[in-house]
């Protein structure tokens, strides 16, 4: 299996069990933020529209109402989140490292919290690039470097004392978030990929959870979920109760969440 057909049986692993868990605890969560990228984009003459990387669809609504004028499609790896999306749009599951849109297809791109899962961010966007038709607009959302999460790494650091097994999805070929966790390398790959007028910046992200909503993202989402997939019941039980215990003797300011969003748009 080639690097990248590997990534993306990992891609589609992470996230098909866990699609109507995004769609109600992360995807409101990440939607304000690719509201800041359709803002930049000034879709209102836009006729054809993607959002590459849709997971559940639930930007699509958003696009439609910048674009009214516009076919509107989303685009993801994983069918189990983009069955999830409303059928009055588009929908395809598709490899974003192999489209098979047909040259100019598009006006506007918008790709949220997914590029960094292309192993291969710069050979993804040549590719959506021969997708839009030249003068469109695309606009990139992907998590920087400046994370802050107290509770997390306390989370973790109790995972692995009381001997939960790492996540499986870990020990893959890697994906490309490195290439673009700054600004300035978001701006990089999209030059090299072809596109002008390439600009980005990093906006804060800052969630203040309460106990009980971090518990059901740990428990729901993400590498937590996977690491205590791998025990037993009764071990699963055992685990979860001490990472609760372990969670609920913190201070409310162990779950006060920082990160850094970067967000980037240029033209085709």
């Given at each position: 299996m ?5 990534n993306?049986?990992i891609?589609?692993?992470?996230y098909?069990?866990i ?6 605890i ?5 939607r304000?933020f690719a ?25 699509l ?11 509107v499609?989303?685009?993801d790896l ?11 749009f ?15 297809s ?7 919290f997914?590029?960094?899962h292309f192993?291969d961010?710069?050979g ?11 003068g ?19 989370w ?5 004392r ?6 499986p ?11 673009v ?7 990089g ?7 002008s ?17 971090f ?7 993400g590498?937590?979920?996977?690491r ?7 071990e ?8 609760r215990?372990?969670v ?21």
């Amino acid at each position: 299996m080639t690097g990248g057909a590997a990534n993306a049986r990992i891609v589609r692993d992470m996230y098909s069990p866990i699609a109507s868990d995004y769609e109600e605890i992360w995807a409101p969560r990440l939607r304000p933020f690719a509201l800041q990228l359709l803002d930049r984009l000034s879709l209102e003459d836009a006729r054809r529209v993607l959002d590459l990387g849709c997971g559940v669809g639930k930007l699509l609504p958003d696009i439609e109402e910048r674009a009214p004028s516009a076919f509107v499609v989303g685009s993801d790896l994983t069918h189990e989140m983009v069955r999830r999306a409303d059928p009055r749009f588009g929908r395809v599951a598709m490899d974003g490292m192999r489209l098979a849109y047909a040259d100019g297809s598009f006006d506007a791109v918008v790709s949220s919290f997914a590029l960094f899962h292309f192993p291969d961010p710069p050979g993804a966007l040549v590719g959506v690039r021969s997708a839009m038709r030249p003068g469109g607009r695309i606009g990139i959302a992907v998590w920087g470097t400046g994370e802050v999460f107290p509770a997390m790494t306390a989370w973790d650091e109790e995972s692995d004392r009381i001997g939960v097994p790492p996540d499986p999805a870990a020990a893959g070929p890697g994906d490309g978030r490195e290439q673009v966790d700054s600004p300035e390398k978001l701006r990089g790959v999209l030059e090299r990929a072809g596109f002008s007028e390439a600009s980005a910046e990093s906006a804060e992200w800052h969630v203040e959870w309460d106990t009980g909503d971090f518990l059901e993202w740990r428990l729901r989402m993400g590498p937590s979920r996977r690491r205590l997939g791998q025990l037993d019941r009764d071990e699963r039980e055992r685990a979860v109760t001490a990472l609760r215990d372990h969670v609920a003797a913190l201070g409310p300011d162990a779950l006060v969440h920082h990160d850094e969003v970067v967000l980037g748009t240029a033209t085709a």
